[in-house]
């Protein structure tokens, strides 16, 4: 369903560490957006989906693969303004989510770490 590698990994990584699956909230108008969610209190923590890169000020018009993940309260835009392979959040409070481009532009692992917090930020 993915193209880019990268979110396949990250799909994998997510499935196998925090025992989440894709759930995929609104099929008949974003058929590639998901969301993976906790299975006690059902928030979600992270959003996977496609987009067109202008739609993060990007001006080069294709559509790209993101993932979306929460933040420290009220520190997600300046560290999003701190780290140029992270954006203000796509669709999501701007204040409290993130939004990376999947194309091995951030390594894995760093990756990892924020999905990490952004589980640890919607648990109970």
């Known amino acids: ?19 989440a699956e894709l759930e995929f909230l609104w099929p008949d108008r974003y058929p590639v957006c998901a969301i993976f969610r906790h299975g006690d209190n059902h928030k979600w923590f992270t959003l996977i989906g496609a987009i067109k ?15 979306n993940l929460k933040f420290d309260k ?25 939004t990376i481009i999947l ?7 760093a990756i990892f770490e924020l999905i990490k917090k952004s589980y640890l930020l919607t648990a109970k």
């Open 103 to 109: 194309d091995d532009s951030l390594e894995d692992n």
């Open 1 to 19: 369903m993915y193209n880019n590698a990268q979110t396949n990994r990250i799909i994998e990584h997510i499935k196998a560490e925090y025992g």
């Open 53 to 67: 890169s202008t739609s993060l000020g990007i001006e080069e018009d294709k559509e790209i693969e993101i993932i």
């Open 74 to 98: 009220g520190q997600a835009l300046d560290f999003a303004e701190s780290n140029e392979h992270i954006f203000p959040a796509y669709h999501m409070n701007k204040y409290n989510w993130i």
